[in-house]
């Protein structure tokens, strides 16, 4: 199912390879060749510069530049009126690393254990669709979540604000604070308190390269291989996979219609953390009410634990203001949160951001600086711009009514087409609807993904949601257990994203959709 | 010594903070103070809108916003026709939270492992200079290691770059491959093929934020916390602190003027993995001759351990062409190659890239995968532009003749100024010089470059390349150890940096430099 985009790329082929250019160069490559086949024995001397020089019909200087670089390479040894001389190496070793350079050998890797757990855990939750943009057939509509439409990007804005980062003038062109440029801290930091009901000082703040890095900080800022973090069941596949790959144990936190369950929470021992998206949760749509989401923050304080809060979408509220943030609620510093602009500007830009305790958010920043020294200076600017004057906040209550359309139009399509043969979940905020298919077991996800994928509709099943930890099979795994059974009784349900489609294609792929899910509804 | 930024930076205040805005959001929160203050206690009803409306002086849907918004945070219960009532928790616990709200509760915190060893890193290799750009006093010249110069950027060119890469329609704003864009590295398979004789594969190649993150990421890839790792010593501290982070033990490797000293190879059992800068050691500026090339190859096949090799600045050759590339010569697949645009372009960018085997390469997009998720769509594609079109070609020539300019103006002030009271090394090529100063002592170095500072000239010293690591104290500080002797013999010397410099600049700082130095120098 899963298409590797690498393999096909492999063929591409620059249009313009002239290989190594120079005269210099084709000359450094004969005189190697020629030691390499015993023209020059190991302690004999090269020919002189003037003499070769001529023989070639090149000048001497090339010569001399072609000596110095076989010298530097040290195939000869060169010194002043004297004549080279071929180093005792190089015969024997030249042929050997020429005639092998292409050769692949394969050997048993031998990786590290947070590549096995990484590469475990795709094995045991596949990704439904493609990595990459590569897709087996083009699909005339995709219901993906997670892109977004390229004519919503704000472009002449985003352009005449990166030329001016570009162009502004710097003492130097220097590493900048890993946590970020001060401007889009300072703009966050406001934007924050007007938006989000966070008062966080800019020291609090550190810039990511999105939210996957976010979570990747707060994981090797919190936990150790085998230790325990939470995180919701059904929940944000990435965030799994992000601290699986950092060797910790995944505990499932048991989700309802409101989010995270809160009633067995004193059995929850030994969690160092525990990742939440309580605006809204991925994938239900719950949003955590208050009494939950103080129990929570009992709880961490209680366990000396900390609460990730991943607001991956909390611009996105359709009904109502968006709902304070857990952080605002919390009294114990507890609370680590992430934002992102992924879902209001573009994936592609690659940020994000993380407001953390003060005790915890200068060795974050120490973190980020050894993990890749900062996230880019000119869309960091460029981005600090449209905060600060305002535009991003115009631009997300643009994006807001845009999607408040495609929502609209989405429930509207399914009631017509689908009616009582679905049922929907989660709309109430966000950019996805959970379209669940009484009757239709989950077993057959697949299927239907399959048939809508060759009708030209991408359908994208929930099934990887509810992921598995690599180190202990899931409990569904364990027939005769109660997550088995509920995973058997689990009804059929895919996530769909509406944010990178039309109306008119929502209209028509919900259309297609409906012939589709004929052969397998009731 | 060290000054931090971020203590600064929390004073900074946006201009525009009008509070959390609507009319909406103003009566919610006075609402919950009245719930908290015990104006409408657990269990009781709120007015009804009209009622509350009237009173108030603010339309109803207004109110019924204000409702819904509580409604939704769960501080009240709504039903149609019914009155809203406050539920049971919300008195109790709203106002610990509005009042606690900024507290700040300092805690012992619970940090990794990881974290750990990277602070204990910290304070064992204290840098010798600010993290960030902040400076204590400003000061006129600076030959920090790093920056490049502001003139020194393509800007139009980057600017028309940019903006036909950020104007480009796509389908969607989708997540990209996380290996990095196919027209990228298409365009650096070419390259690297042309400039550094390396054959390779768009698959084996993964973009990353940097080197930094490369090393990052190789590291991830190879090493489980406790494994070995052999470093240059002395070497890239921001190597060893990478590693250092991931839990590794780092084994120094001894350098000479030629780089790696592979004499004591043999003894080197059970690393996995080792660092090199084989085409210019950081800082010394050996070019590591053909000889130990093959005796580090031959040492990874056997061990089957791997070569990180950190091409960081093998564009600059000022009298020879570039030496092929150590993963050039790999016949086993051994090698992992980093490249960097952070000293060709600009550290600011963020982006540089590994060359792996083809079995390696894979996992190392995965991890790339679960660290961030890829690296930004503009930047890559500007650059693969910028590539594609020969300009970055163009432009590197460029840059070493400027640089040749600015090393040349270096070595004669210095010459003109300390003649034989100094010792210069490793400028065959990259962008620094190393300068020793016979008869002065290491311990020194600190207090002359203070001396400097207090010129204005930024001057800095080798001594943080020479990394202790976090575990085992170095053996320099065991006293009557090899270790220790050679610690204590060492002289001082300076990493100094010239492509953030005019060659004004270096004549100037020079100068005052030699003023500094006849404090201390014999």
């Not at 060169?78 to 004549?83: E, H, I, K, L, V």
């Amino acid at each position: 199912m899963q298409k590797n985009h690498f393999r096909e790329c492999s063929v591409v082929q620059s249009p313009f390879d002239p290989g190594r250019g120079s005269r210099t160069a084709a000359l450094v490559d004969r005189l190697k060749a020629e030691i390499a086949d015993g023209a020059y024995p190991p302690g004999s001397r090269l020919p002189s510069t003037r003499a070769l020089a001529a023989e070639l019909g090149v000048s001497r200087t090339t010569l001399t530049n072609v000596y110095e670089q076989l010298a530097a390479e040290g195939y000869i040894e060169t010194s002043r009126g004297a004549r080279a001389t071929v180093v005792d190496d190089a015969r024997r070793r030249i042929p050997q690393a020429a005639r092998d350079r292409t050769r692949a050998r394969s050997l048993p890797p031998r990786l590290s254990r947070a590549a096995g757990s990484l590469l475990a855990f795709e094995r045991t939750n596949p990704l439904a669709y493609p990595l990459g943009p590569a897709q087996a057939v083009p699909l005339a509509i995709d219901f993906r979540y997670g892109p977004l439409a390229d004519a919503d990007f704000p472009k002449s804005a985003w352009r005449s604000l990166v030329t001016s980062a570009l162009l502004a003038r710097q003492p130097r062109l220097d590493y900048g604070d890993p946590a970020g440029t001060i401007e889009l801290r300072a703009a966050l930091q406001a934007y924050l308190r007007r938006a989000r009901g966070i008062t966080c000082t800019v020291d609090q703040i550190v810039i990511t390269h999105g939210s996957q890095q976010a979570l990747d900080l707060c994981g090797r800022l919190l936990l150790d291989p085998g230790d325990t973090i939470a995180l919701e069941h059904p929940g944000y596949r990435m965030g799994a996979l992000a601290f699986e790959t950092l060797g910790a144990r995944l505990a499932p936190l048991p989700v309802d219609e409101h989010g995270v369950v809160t009633a067995g929470l004193s059995a929850l021992r030994g969690a160092r953390a525990m990742l939440l998206t309580p605006s809204h949760q991925f994938p239900l749509g719950g949003i955590l009410p208050i009494g939950r989401r103080l129990r929570l923050l009992e709880w961490a304080e209680r366990q000396h634990a900390y609460l990730i809060e991943d607001d991956y979408d909390g611009e996105y509220r359709y009904d109502s203001r968006p709902v304070d943030a857990l952080f605002s609620l919390d009294r114990a510093q507890r609370v680590l949160y992430i934002g992102t602009f992924s879902k209001t500007l573009s994936p592609q830009l690659r940020l994000g951001y993380l407001v953390a305790p003060p005790h915890l958010a200068p060795v974050l920043a120490r973190l980020k600086n050894a993990t890749d020294r900062g996230t880019g200076r000119l869309e960091q600017q460029a981005l600090a711009r449209f905060i600060a004057g305002g535009q991003y906040e115009r631009h997300v209550r643009r994006m807001r009514r845009r999607n408040a359309r495609r929502r609209e139009a989405l429930l509207a399509a399914l009631q017509r087409e689908l009616g009582d043969r679905c049922r929907i979940q989660g709309t109430d905020g966000g950019l996805h609807a959970v379209l669940w298919l009484p009757g239709v077991r989950a077993s057959q996800e697949a299927a239907i993904a399959r048939a809508a994928a060759e009708a030209g509709i991408g359908l994208h099943p929930i099934g990887p949601t509810y992921w598995r930890p690599r180190a202990a099979p899931h409990r569904a795994d364990v027939p005769g257990t109660a997550g088995h059974r509920a995973a058997a009784r689990r009804e059929a349900g895919f996530v769909l994203g509406y944010a990178a489609v039309s109306t008119g294609q929502i209209d028509e792929g919900v259309a297609t959709l409906r012939r589709v899910l004929d052969r397998f509804v009731p």
